[in-house]
């Protein structure tokens, strides 16, 4: 089942959602689901993310 994890948004608090985005996808049964990240910048946009950004040292 595909499903959208989503994190980020309007907040000072970006960062720590993004932290949490990693977090429930590390912890994901990967046998069941195909995760795909959706980022909310702080202007509300929906931005599809590559694993690999989610993984970098911060979202800037």
Not at 33 to 57: H, R
Request: aromatic share 18%; no cysteine; charged share 20%.
């Amino acid at each position: 089942m595909k499903i959208g994890i989503i994190f980020g948004g309007f907040s000072k608090e970006r960062e720590i959602s993004f932290a949490g985005g990693r977090t429930v996808y590390d912890n994901l049964n990967k046998s069941l689901f195909d995760a795909v990240p959706v980022f909310v910048d702080s202007f509300g946009n929906f931005v599809l993310l590559n694993w690999e950004f989610v993984y970098k040292a911060n979202i800037r």
